[in-house]
Structure formats: structure tokens, C-alpha cells
């Protein structure tokens, strides 16, 4: 008998029973949760992505993050902050220098991968489920070794995260000068919570604290690791919740850019 440490891979070490799982709590409801979660954000960000209006706030200088920074020459001069190097063609998004790597580091989160391996692969589904597929290859092997380059797109996440809070530090801004409404709460938000989701990643956290064999030797990165440490435990939440924040900053945006709503001011 084969035991299941000296099994070839891709073979599924599993007791022989009949049935498919023994589980009789609700496990299906996580990845069904995921599913359309994941979905619904999926196709509000490629509508409005691609929408190519409604992400500038002249009087207040409110630029959503799905159009920072506006690269192309189709963005208003005003809402390019950091120069047009692009043709606007329609198929281009107006932050095809960001969106990408944002895509990427997404996509090869540790917990995303957990996140959509289970409910949109099914591989597996929930603990003491079968895997959906007939095989298990990995991320040793490509596509899937792609993943290893999680780390690379953290560096870009960073930078990123940079230009937004550049964005939320511009918007402070009115007519009269300077100036504060609701719309500079929610970039502000967006920015600490993208920050704190950044900060999180677990590559973050092996920069931040790995490779140490002595941590008394290194009190400043100790310190640092220890904070880096208890973010990196809240990462599921903080993925979800920008995933959030985005949404609702872009909708904000575009809903007073769009005049469907004013903007609550508290300072001019
Ligand atoms: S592990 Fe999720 S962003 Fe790095």
C-alpha cells in the first residue's frame, strides 16, 4: 500500500468512501460568497474602467483611483498629474501604467489565490472536500509558477499606493483654495486602508522581518515585523475591505463628477 507522503504527485490520497464529502455544514456557502463578491467587483471595475468619464471633480480635485494617474491623451490636462504618454484609444485605460500591476499583485495575493482556487477552480472547495479537477500540478509549473512574482508586484503596490495618497493630499482643494468635504474623508480612507493592505502582504512581511536570525540584533526591524506581523493576521479582511473602499471612493467620485449629487463640504 501506498502511503500518501510516497505518493506520485497528482495522485489523490483519499479513504475509500462513497460519498462525495462527510460534511454536512454549509462549506459551499464561503466560495459561493467568494464567487459572486469577486464577480459583481470584477464587472463594476471593467464598466467603469472602461467608461473613460465621470473620474474628476473639478471644482475639488477628487481623481478616482481606477483613472491615477491619468496617462493618455484623452484625460483632462488638469487630472494628469504626472504627464499623457498614451493614445486615447478606447481599449487603453486611462491608468494603463497602474491598473495592470494593481491586477497582478491582486491576482497573486496569498490570500486571493486561496480565495479563487477554492470557489471559482474548486480546488478544493472547503477542507474534506474533493479537489473539482482529476489532478494537482501546483504553482511549480507555468502558468501558475507566475505566482512566485508576487513579490516583485508588491514594490509596484507600493509605489502606487504612493501616487494615491498624493491624489488625497491634491484633493484638499476648492475654489477659494484650500478646502474639505466628505469626497476628501473617502480618499482618505481609501488611502489608509490600501496602505494597511499593503503593508500587510506577507511579502511585506518577510522584507520587513525575514532573514533574521537574530532578532535582539535588530530592534528597529523587531518592532517594525511585530506591526507588519498583526496587520498580516487582518490580510483576508483588509483584501475585502478595499476591495470596498475602492469601489465606494470611485462610485463617489463619479456620482458628484457626473452632478447626480453635491459634494458635503465642510471647509469652502
Ligand atoms: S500576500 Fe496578499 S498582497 Fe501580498
Known amino acids: 500500500m501506498t502511503s500518501s ?33 469577486l464577480s459583481a467587483w ?14 474628476w471633480v473639478e471644482d475639488y480635485h477628487y481623481l478616482t483611483p481606477f483613472y491615477s494617474p491619468c496617462v493618455t491623451d484623452r484625460c483632462l490636462p488638469e487630472a494628469s498629474h504626472f504627464g499623457q504618454y498614451l493614445p486615447g484609444w478606447w481599449i487603453i485605460p486611462d491608468a494603463a501604467f497602474t491598473l495592470p500591476f494593481l491586477l497582478l499583485f491582486r491576482l497573486t495575493c496569498y490570500y486571493y489565490r486561496k480565495a479563487y482556487y477554492r470557489s471559482f477552480w474548486l480546488s478544493p472547495p472547503a477542507c474534506a472536500v474533493p479537489d473539482g479537477h482529476a489532478s494537482y500540478g501546483g504553482e511549480t509549473r507555468f502558468p501558475l509558477i507566475v505566482q512566485n512574482s508576487h513579490r516583485y508586484f508588491f514594490y509596484f503596490a507600493a509605489i502606487i499606493s504612493l501616487i494615491n495618497t498624493w491624489d488625497a493630499i491634491l484633493a484638499f482643494h476648492s475654489p477659494e483654495g484650500f478646502g474639505f468635504g466628505l469626497g476628501n474623508l473617502i480618499l482618505l480612507g481609501n488611502v489608509v486602508m490600501l496602505w494597511a493592505y ?13 532573514r533574521l536570525k537574530t532578532f535582539s ?9 511585530g506591526y507588519v506581523s498583526w496587520l498580516n493576521v487582518r490580510h483576508m479582511q483588509l483584501a475585502w475591505i478595499t476591495l470596498g473602499t475602492l469601489a465606494l471612493t470611485d462610485f463617489y467620485v463619479m456620482a458628484v463628477s457626473a452632478e447626480w449629487i453635491s459634494d458635503l463640504r465642510f471647509i469652502n
Open 42 to 55: 470584477v464587472a463594476y471595475a471593467t464598466v467603469r474602467v472602461f467608461m473613460h468619464k465621470w473620474y
Open 5 to 37: 507522503a510516497t505518493k506520485p504527485r497528482g495522485v489523490r490520497a483519499r479513504a475509500a468512501i462513497a460519498a462525495k464529502t462527510l460534511r454536512t455544514d454549509r462549506w459551499w456557502f464561503a466560495p459561493l460568497i467568494t464567487v459572486i463578491g
Open 198 to 210: 499593503t503593508i500587510s502582504c506577507h511579502s511585506c512581511r518577510h522584507i520587513i522581518g525575514g
Open 217 to 225: 540584533k535588530h530592534p528597529v526591524r523587531y518592532r517594525a515585523w
